[in-house]
């Protein structure tokens, strides 16, 4: 299953992410990291390598077995980025590529649903503690998916697509995903009533993390925010 989602372009620039986020959110060996909405582990594979000490969260059962079982294995939760059964400050948290954050719109979410993940994820940080969360871009949905295939709700800012998912054995499987696209004021803004003081707002692309100052050109934003202390 780690070798099916690994096909994905999306994975491919994982060790330059890593690299840009040990550098935005300082981490150094032995630090404590959350890695939510982590997938099969690959950003917690290259984080460990690392000597950073990562735990990973993710509702998938099939996500946590492998993290747990990997070539460099770290402990793996099932549960919902909206309640993180964690209560000790970790240094830094991270939520990359729609983990979780982002993809809790569709029918009858309510409109909190994003902000109640930030709160959650804020509220596992140490005063001081950082995080990453990367956020698809609003612009970026409108400019270059709506109407490509995509059924976009301008009211909600949600896209809605019917995608292929791939099973164990590399078979497509049809699924609904929702994904909400975010403008950098409505992060900002998540950001501050989380309370979190926003470091920066950056443009990037999977694999092509970097010190972008927002554009339309780029498909998602990172958020890089503080705990107070
Ligand atoms: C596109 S994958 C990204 C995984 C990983 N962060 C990466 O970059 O490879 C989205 C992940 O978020 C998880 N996820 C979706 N909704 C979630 C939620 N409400 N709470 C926790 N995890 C969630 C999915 O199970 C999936 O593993």
Known sequence: MQDTYLR??????????????????????????LDAGCGPGRHIAATTRR????????????????????????????????????????DAVISLCQGGFGLLGGPGAPIDADLQALRELASVLRPGGRLAVSAFSAYFQVRFQAGEGGDFDADAGVMHERTAVKDAAGTDLEADLWTTGFTPRELRLLAAAAGLEVEAVWSVEPGDYARRAPDIDHAEFLLLARKPT
Request: net charge negative.
């Open 8 to 33: 994905y372009s999306f994975t491919k620039g994982t060790e330059q992410e890593v690299d840009f986020l040990v550098d935005a959110l300082g981490l150094e060996p032995g630090m404590r990291l």
């Open 51 to 90: 000597g950073i000490d990562t735990v990973g969260l993710d509702l998938a059962e099939s996500f946590c077995r492998i993290v747990a079982a990997g070539d460099t294995p770290a402990p793996a939760v099932v549960a919902d980025i909206r309640q993180i059964p964690f209560t000790d400050g970790f």
